[in-house]
C-alpha cells in the first residue's frame, strides 16, 4: 500500500472505502431511470430501508410462510424462486456510466417499494441462524457450528434480482407499489395446485393422473385452471382432495401429511393402494360420467373419508378391509343422500359432510346383512360354474 502523505489523501482514502458500490445496467422503464442488477442478500442486507408510509405492515402468517419456503433451499438445497426486489434510490448515490458502477456512501439507504416480506423473511432467518451460531458456541457444539455456519453462508450468497428506480418521488412510490399488489392476479384453483410440486399428495396425484390406466378411465383435467373442462371427470384439485380424504379422513384444508420431505417409497405405496381404490370404484359404482351423482364431487370427497374410517380402526391403513367396505358401494340409494335442493343450495363443506355421514349410517346399518348376502350370492355362483365346468 502506498504511504499516506497528506491529511487530503487520508480523507479521500477514507471516502472510498465508505462506498458501497452495486453493478448494474442504467435503462429507461416507463420513463424512469432504472437501475437493473443482481445482488446477493448480504449486500442487500446493507443498503435497504422500510417507509411504512409506502408500506404496509408485515403480515406474520406470510412472513412464516416465506421462512418456510427459504428453509426447503437452505435444509435440503431445493430450488426457490422469487421474483426481483424493487427499490427507489430518491436522490441517494450516484452512477458511474464509465465503470458502470452505482454509488452508495454507507449511510445512504434504498427504500422498498416491492420486496418487504421477502427482505423481512431473509433478515429474521439471518437473525435466527446468528442466535443459534452463539448458542451452539457457549456449548462449544464445533459440529453444529459448521452446519449453521453453511447455512448462513447459502443466505448471505442467495441472488436476488433487483431493480432501482433512480429518480421516482414517493407519491410515485406509493402508486408504483399500489400497481404491483392491486393489479396482478393470483392464480388460483387447479392450476394453482398443479404449479405445486413439492408437497406428497401434489406429488402423488400428479403421478396417479399421468402414470397409471386406471385414471384414464376417470379422465382429471391437468391444465385449465378451474378444472371445469367438459371432457374431464375430475380436476387436479380434486384428485387431491380425494386422496387426503382417502389417507387421512380430513378435508384438504387440515391436512396434516401433505409435508415438502417425504420418501419415495411413500409414494410408492401410496400409489398402490390408490390405485386399487380407483379400480375398486370403477367395479362397484356405475360407469364414470359427470350425471352420475356417486362420481360427483362432494360424493366422492365424502366416500374417501368414509372408507378412511373403516380401513384404519386397527390404526393403519388395512386393505383387506377396505375390499370389505367397498362391497357396500352398489347398495346405496344415491338419491336418497340429499333432500330436495339441498344438492345446490347447502354450502360445500355441508354438503360433504351431509353425505359422509348417510353413508356411514347406511354402512353401519345395512352392512352385515347386505355384504354376507353378496359373499354367499357370489360362492353359489362359483360354486355353480365348477359343477359345470366338470360335467
Given amino acids: 500500500m502506498d504511504n499516506i502523505t497528506s491529511l487530503s489523501e487520508l480523507l479521500a482514502e477514507q471516502k472510498a472505502s465508505s462506498y458501497i458500490e452495486i ?35 408485515i403480515v406474520p402468517q406470510n412472513l412464516s410462510k416465506m421462512m418456510d419456503y427459504i428453509m426447503l433451499y437452505l435444509d435440503h438445497g431445493q430450488g426457490i424462486y422469487f421474483p426481483g426486489i424493487i427499490l427507489s434510490a430518491r436522490g441517494a448515490g450516484e ?19 416491492d420486496g418487504q416480506h421477502r427482505l423481512a423473511a ?50 410515485q412510490e406509493r402508486q408504483l407499489f399500489s400497481d404491483i399488489n392491486k393489479l396482478p392476479r393470483k392464480i388460483g384453483g387447479n392450476l394453482a395446485v398443479l404449479r405445486e410440486q413439492r408437497r406428497f399428495y401434489h406429488v402423488l396425484a400428479s403421478r396417479l393422473a399421468l402414470e397409471t390406466e386406471v385414471m384414464k378411465q376417470i ?24 386422496m387426503i380424504g382417502l389417507f387421512e ?14 420418501e419415495d417409497q411413500q409414494v410408492e405405496e401410496h400409489m398402490k393402494l390408490a390405485v386399487h381404490y380407483f379400480e375398486s370404484l370403477l367395479k362397484y359404482l356405475p360407469a364414470p360420467e359427470k350425471g352420475e351423482l356417486c362420481w360427483s364431487e362432494n360424493l366422492q370427497i365424502a366416500l374417501s373419508m368414509f372408507f378412511h374410517d373403516e380401513v384404519t380402526k386397527t390404526g393403519t391403513f388395512n386393505k383387506y378391509a377396505l375390499d370389505y367396505a367397498l362391497k357396500i358401494l352398489p347398495h346405496i340409494d344415491w338419491d336418497a343422500i340429499y333432500t330436495g335442493d339441498e344438492k345446490d343450495r347447502l ?45
Fill in 23 to 57: 453493478p448494474g445496467v442504467v435503462s429507461r422503464t416507463f420513463g424512469q431511470t432504472t437501475l437493473s442488477t443482481t445482488l446477493p442478500m448480504s449486500k442487500l442486507f446493507a443498503i435497504y430501508e422500510v417507509d411504512l408510509e409506502v408500506q404496509r405492515s
Fill in 95 to 113: 452512477y458511474d456510466p464509465d465503470s458502470r458502477l452505482y454509488r452508495l456512501q454507507a449511510i445512504e439507504k434504498l427504500y422498498v417499494v
Fill in 122 to 171: 431473509f433478515r429474521r432467518l439471518m437473525e435466527t441462524l446468528q442466535s443459534a451460531m452463539a448458542r451452539a458456541k457457549d456449548r462449544r457444539e464445533y459440529d453444529r457450528m459448521e452446519e449453521i455456519s453453511a447455512k448462513l453462508s447459502k443466505l448471505y450468497t442467495f441472488p436476488m434480482s433487483t431493480m432501482i428506480y433512480l429518480d421516482i418521488n414517493a407519491r
Fill in 219 to 242: 379422465p382429471v383435467d391437468m391444465f385449465t385452471e378451474r378444472g371445469k373442462g367438459p371432457e374431464y371427470l375430475f380436476s387436479y384439485h380434486l384428485l387431491i382432495e380425494i
Fill in 249 to 262: 379422513g380430513r378435508l384438504k384444508s387440515a391436512a396434516r401429511n401433505n409435508g415438502y420431505y417425504f
Fill in 347 to 391: 354450502p360445500r363443506r355441508s354438503r360433504i359432510m351431509k353425505a359422509y355421514q348417510y353413508i356411514k349410517d347406511f354402512y353401519q346399518e345395512h352392512h352385515m346383512f347386505l355384504i354376507r348376502e353378496d359373499s354367499l350370492a357370489e360362492q353359489v355362483f362359483q360354486t355353480d360354474n365348477t359343477k359345470e365346468d366338470v360335467g
